[in-house]
Every structure is written in structure tokens, then in C-alpha cells.
């Protein structure tokens, strides 16, 4: 059975899914359109584990149920491990599930995600410059920035998840 046929089967078992507030992408698809080639030029070169990882963790910190069921399902799809997208947050407890490289990227997007100190650590910064060259490092802060303006257009609009499939965006 799948998700969606216990859904179906137990319509009591769950809560009722609210309608989205607004379908942005269908008032202003000229941005939607500049968002999906802004994603494709950020994200260009970086490795697709790593890039579904970040956009993840992001959407975890931003509370992003439609990015979360996109990038997880994509994440899968690109042959990420479940036991690691769980431990995504609770990374800090759970680092032995990740590389160093990983791991710096995941730091820089929390940092760049949250800014609640106005500003990226130099030190969270230095880190990831370990592990990327600058034009990796340029494409990973662009993801990390494109992730978070797609988690603002989703809370904000209340995107509901369940609906994606792998191959639906861009």
C-alpha cells in the first residue's frame, strides 16, 4: 500500500490539508520562470547528493514542508541514503554520517539560512573554503540562497507537501 492509499484508506487517521494561499508561480510567472534558471545556474557543478543535502537542511531551518517533501524525494532519487537525510537535523550529534566536506557545507548553510547574528562566521566560512574552490564555493552559497528564497515563497504562500514526484520542477 502506498502513502497516499493509507491516506486515502484512513481519511480519519490525518488532519485535513489546507489549500495553498496563494499560487504564486501562476500570478507571476516570469519570476517563477527567473527562479528555476536562477536554480539551475547556481546549482551547476555541485554534486546532486550534496545540493539536496543543503537544500534540505535549509528547509528544515526555514520550516518548509513543500521544499522538505520536494528535496527529500529528490534526494532518494539521486541515491542519498534515508538514515542520512533523518540525521540531517540532528547533524551535530550526528556527524559520523557525513564527510568533512559535508559537513562544512551543511554549517555554511545554517549560517547563511539563519544570519541571526547579522553576518557568516569567519571561521564557518573559512571551513567550507577548505573543502570547495571558489567557483564550487560560489555555486554552494548560490544554492543555499536560492533554496531560501524558494522555502520563503512556500511558507508564505503554505505550499502544501505530498504532491511531488521526483523530475516535476525544471
Known amino acids: 500500500m502506498t502513502t497516499n492509499e493509507s491516506i486515502t484508506a484512513t481519511p480519519d487517521a490525518f488532519a485535513s490539508?489546507?489549500?495553498?494561499?496563494?499560487?504564486?508561480?501562476?500570478?507571476?510567472?516570469?519570476?517563477?520562470?527567473?527562479m528555476l534558471g536562477l536554480e539551475k545556474a547556481a546549482s551547476?557543478?555541485?554534486?546532486?547528493?550534496?545540493?539536496?543535502?543543503?537544500k534540505i537542511r535549509a528547509s528544515q531551518l526555514n520550516h518548509c514542508a513543500f521544499c522538505l517533501d520536494m528535496h527529500t524525494k529528490d534526494a532518494l532519487a539521486a541515491g542519498?541514503?534515508?538514515?542520512?537525510?533523518?540525521?540531517?537535523?540532528?547533524?551535530?550529534?550526528?556527524?559520523?554520517?557525513?564527510?568533512?566536506?559535508?559537513?562544512?557545507a551543511i554549517e555554511l548553510t545554517e549560517a547563511v539560512t539563519v544570519l541571526t547574528?547579522?553576518?557568516v562566521p569567519d571561521d564557518v566560512y573559512g571551513r567550507a573554503a577548505?573543502?570547495?574552490?571558489?567557483?564550487?564555493?560560489?555555486h554552494l552559497i548560490a544554492t543555499i540562497t536560492v533554496i531560501n528564497a524558494w522555502n520563503r515563497?512556500?511558507?508564505?504562500?503554505?505550499?502544501?507537501?505530498?504532491h511531488y514526484a521526483?523530475?516535476?520542477?525544471?
Do not use: M, N
Request: charged share 35%; net charge negative.
Open 80 to 104: 542519498e541514503g534515508v538514515e542520512r537525510i533523518v540525521q540531517l537535523s540532528a547533524w551535530e550529534e550526528s556527524r559520523h554520517f557525513y564527510t568533512e566536506k559535508e559537513l562544512a
Open 117 to 119: 547574528d547579522g553576518f
Open 17 to 34: 490539508e489546507e489549500a495553498p494561499r496563494l499560487e504564486w508561480a501562476k500570478h507571476a510567472p516570469e519570476v517563477w520562470k527567473a
Open 153 to 162: 515563497f512556500g511558507v508564505t504562500c503554505r505550499l502544501a507537501p505530498g
Open 44 to 54: 551547476r557543478g555541485l554534486d546532486p547528493k550534496l545540493k539536496e543535502l543543503v
Open 130 to 138: 577548505e573543502f570547495f574552490d571558489e567557483t564550487e564555493l560560489a
Open 166 to 170: 521526483p523530475g516535476q520542477h525544471g
